[in-house]
């Protein structure tokens, strides 16, 4: 292949028109915010009515000076309560009585993001616009750190596209309810920790050519780098020695990094996983100096998150998951779970890995549910009358429980190519290692996001998942026929699922 068309080169050999700010500042500013524009569009007019938030509830609480919410508070003309809400633990008082009050185990950044809005509006906060308007953020904030890849400007945008409305996020921006306004927050930071640590890094980025490189320079390269080892062969300084001149020379940009990622993690737990990225992706020089410059920053906030969990329950990390799940265990069984298995345990791996990669729709039911737990109506013919939207009797269903993360959004084959490069350039293996460590971690979760259409928890991994997209697509040639197709079906799926979802009200 042409180095030049590999590295998004124009003719004379320089980089693409992408990649010289001067010459295309404009033109990527306009389309990032079009982008933006048209996102907020199609989440805000997809999305439906949902009072279903517990953050406005805690950021009511954080305003009057502490952690628990008022709990439970029925109904008013004004308000539909919080009486109806799950995931609360009610707080008792000595005698074993309820208080009046109860604790949300979910990590608070989403909380504090809604504050400016809880302080103008109280309860009366729509959550599900500040979604869409915070969903359309991150679409822009993909499309600025696809800015820092060697890829075509046309690769770029069918990456930012696909990521909208391609894959579960427009399910997740649109909804609003708790558990996806935290993705959204999450997913944000994580885009703007993955931007920075690409920009910090130019050698990081996927060089197609690079398999023509002879071995004993890429050996060189990853001496160079760190990446095999702490101590360069024979006798660099030791492992401590390096930790020490890290933290004496840390990189700023790597820290800020780190911080934002550390962040993202107060809005979903299971994103510190992804660390294998900033280890391997950043500036520093060395995985040591990542690492270091990353870790430091990372673990401001998550340390603050330690710190809020032990001054508002007395605990390092937060007890209400037990107890909920407890609840969750008993209530919920005919969803798999096993109340004498952990909240993380090894033995969900095979049944979560059947939602993530192999859930199917209902094709041809004969019995459509016709809203959240409240039963299901029957298709009177099922061999007349069927159709892709039709309420009464549809041809197919999305399944509550999740459905396959390749069949709701085919176009992630697109990352195929990179995988390739997995050992030989940092980028890669750096995504593809975040992206197992946060798949084994959530597939071992004993819920995988129940209501949901299509797998939410692939929100958590989409930021490392994007960059192999991008760099996959600019393997290939850019956006061609194959690429197209995936990215339309893609968003085809999406339309449905969120018409479905929203139908049934989930």
Do not use: K
């Not at 306004?181 to 885009?191: G, M, T």
């Not at 410059?293 to 390092?316: D, E, K, M, Q, R």
């Amino acid at each position: 292949m042409d180095r030049r068309v590999a590295q998004g080169a124009g003719p004379d050999g320089r980089p693409s028109t992408l990649t010289t700010p001067s010459a295309t500042r404009f033109p990527v500013i306009f389309s990032g915010v079009a982008l933006i524009v048209l996102a907020f569009a199609i989440y805000l007019s997809s999305g439906p009515v949902r009072y279903y938030n517990h953050f406005v509830w805690q950021a009511l609480a954080f305003l009057d000076g502490r952690a628990e919410i008022d709990y439970p508070v029925g109904a008013t003309a004004t308000s539909p309560g919080n009486a109806f809400f799950q995931d609360v633990v009610p707080v008792l008082d000595a005698d074993g009585q309820p208080t009046g009050r109860g604790q949300i185990p979910f990590p608070p950044l989403p909380a504090l993001v809604l504050l400016p809005f809880v302080v103008l509006w109280g309860l009366a906060t729509d959550v599900q616009q500040v979604s869409s308007l915070f969903g359309a953020v991150a679409v822009g904030t993909a499309w600025w750190a696809l800015g820092a890849l060697r890829i075509r400007p046309g690769v770029r945008v069918a990456t930012t596209v696909f990521f909208g409305v391609g894959t579960v996020f427009w399910y997740t921006a649109q909804t609003g309810t708790t558990w996806y306004f935290a993705h959204v927050v999450a997913v944000i930071l994580l885009f703007a920790a993955v931007g920075l640590a690409l920009r910090g890094d130019p050698q990081a980025d996927e060089r197609l050519d690079r398999d023509q490189t002879p071995e004993p320079a890429r050996a060189d390269e990853r001496r160079a780098e760190g990446w095999s080892a702490g101590v360069v062969d024979g006798g660099g300084p030791s492992f401590g020695a390096q930790v020490l001149d890290a933290i004496r020379h840390l990189d700023r940009r790597q820290f800020a990094a780190g911080f934002l990622f550390g962040l993202a993690a107060t809005a979903r737990l299971p994103v510190v996983f992804g660390a294998p990225f900033f280890m391997l992706v950043g500036g520093g020089g060395t995985w040591v100096r990542r690492s270091v410059s990353a870790g430091l920053g990372a673990i401001i906030p998550v340390g603050a998150l330690l710190a809020y969990n032990v001054v508002s329950t007395g605990h390092l990390f937060h007890p209400g998951y037990e107890a909920l799940y407890r609840l969750e265990a008993i209530g919920w069984a005919s969803l798999g779970y096993h109340i004498d298995w952990a909240i993380e345990d090894i033995r969900y791996l095979p049944q979560n890995l059947a939602i993530m990669f192999l859930s199917t729709p209902s094709v041809m039911p004969t019995l459509v549910p016709t809203s959240v737990g409240s039963g299901a109506a029957l298709c009177i013919d099922p061999g007349v009358g069927r159709g892709l939207f039709e309420v009464a009797c549809p041809i197919a269903l999305p399944r509550d429980i999740g459905m396959s993360v390749l069949l709701t959004s085919p176009a992630f084959v697109l990352l195929g190519p990179a995988l390739r490069s997995y050992g030989r350039s940092r980028l890669v293996s750096g995504s593809v290692l975040a992206m197992i460590a946060i798949t084994v971690v959530n597939l071992m979760h004993f819920s995988q996001g129940w209501v949901q259409f299509g797998y939410r928890f692939s929100n958590d991994l989409v930021p490392f998942a994007l960059v192999l997209v991008a760099l996959g697509m600019q393997r290939r040639g850019g956006v061609g026929r194959l690429a197209v197709v995936l990215v339309v079906l893609s968003i085809a799926i999406n339309f449905w699922g969120v018409w479905w979802a929203n139908a049934l009200q989930w």
